[in-house]
């Protein structure tokens, strides 16, 4: 996944050259997940690992288009809108379907060290899939990563199907959608470790992410290099991410 997020970032950088569009297309695929809570509801309410799978054959899909059409050069730029859009919507779904499964894979004993290890293994993919990513670009194309994404997802959605898990715990049926969605922004409002935690991820991501969206200009116009620039710049993020999933793995 992230050497497609890193082939995407400079196939719209190459096809446009333009900084406007790669914010554009970050933003389609970042703006779903304002609505993240009609996820949370949903996983409350389906069986989750279902749910993961569901996401997970869909996401397949869109890299396996998303190849498809650069492969084949009739790719453009507004495809790559709506394509990033897609997997937005997608992930609104896969990630608090798949957050909230870790507690029924490990139980709550284990969990803060799952939290940390999938940390871990998340981090560890920052620096080994943009470093490959930049390579891959290079040598063969933007295509071919995405291609290589849709088949990982094999792997994964084997994985989640082998799985032998005690009976998931009752899902809400009581209260409605809507009373559920009420129910978590009350418990937002009341619980100030939540209230802080949750005012601290926005200000991080709104502050800190525009400068991984904007890293092809940096690669391009002000290091002077091309697409393995871009994957070692984007590696080094992940590096930092990994000390600090590390750090929190060894407090208690």
């Known amino acids: 996944t992230w050497v497609q997020s890193v082939a995407l970032s400079w196939l719209v950088y190459r096809l446009t050259?333009?900084?406007?569009?790669?914010?554009?297309?970050?933003?389609a695929s970042q703006i779903p997940y304002l609505f993240s809570p009609i996820g949370g509801v949903l996983a409350d309410r389906m069986n989750r690992r279902r749910l993961v799978i569901l996401?997970?054959?869909?996401s397949a899909a869109q890299a396996l288009l998303l190849a498809w059409l650069t492969l084949t050069g009739n790719?453009?730029?507004?495809?790559?809108?709506?394509?990033?859009?897609?997997?937005?919507?997608?992930?609104?779904?896969?990630?608090?379907?798949?957050?909230?499964?870790?507690?029924?894979?490990v139980g709550k004993e284990d969990l803060m060290n799952a939290i940390a290890l999938n940390s871990s293994v998340y981090n560890s993919g920052r620096i080994l899939g943009p470093a490959v990513a930049g390579i891959l670009v290079a040598?063969?194309?933007?295509?071919?990563?995405?291609l290589v994404n849709a088949i990982s997802f094999l792997a994964v959605i084997?994985?989640?199907l082998l799985m032998r898990l005690p009976p998931p715990p009752p899902r809400e049926r009581e209260v409605s959608p809507a009373e559920q969605f009420r129910q978590g922004l009350d418990y937002i409002r009341h619980?100030?470790?939540?209230?802080?935690?949750l005012l601290n991820l926005g200000v991080v991501s709104i502050m800190n992410y525009p400068f991984i969206v904007l890293m092809p200009v940096f690669a391009d116009r002000i290091l002077g290099g091309g697409a393995k620039t871009l994957g070692i710049l984007m590696s080094?993020?992940?590096?930092?991410a990994v000390l600090?999933?590390?750090?929190?793995?060894?407090?208690?």
Request: contains cysteine.
């Open 55 to 58: 996401t997970q054959v869909l």
């Open 139 to 146: 040598a063969i194309g933007e295509g071919w990563c995405f």
């Open 75 to 105: 790719v453009r730029v507004w495809q790559l809108f709506y394509l990033a859009l897609t997997l937005g919507i997608i992930g609104v779904f896969d990630m608090t379907a798949r957050q909230s499964f870790m507690v029924e894979m």
């Open 244 to 252: 600090g999933a590390l750090y929190m793995a060894s407090r208690t």
């Open 191 to 197: 619980h100030p470790p939540t209230r802080a935690l």
């Open 17 to 27: 050259g333009s900084a406007v569009m790669l914010g554009l297309v970050a933003f």
């Open 158 to 160: 084997v994985g989640l």
């Open 236 to 240: 080094a993020f992940g590096a930092g």
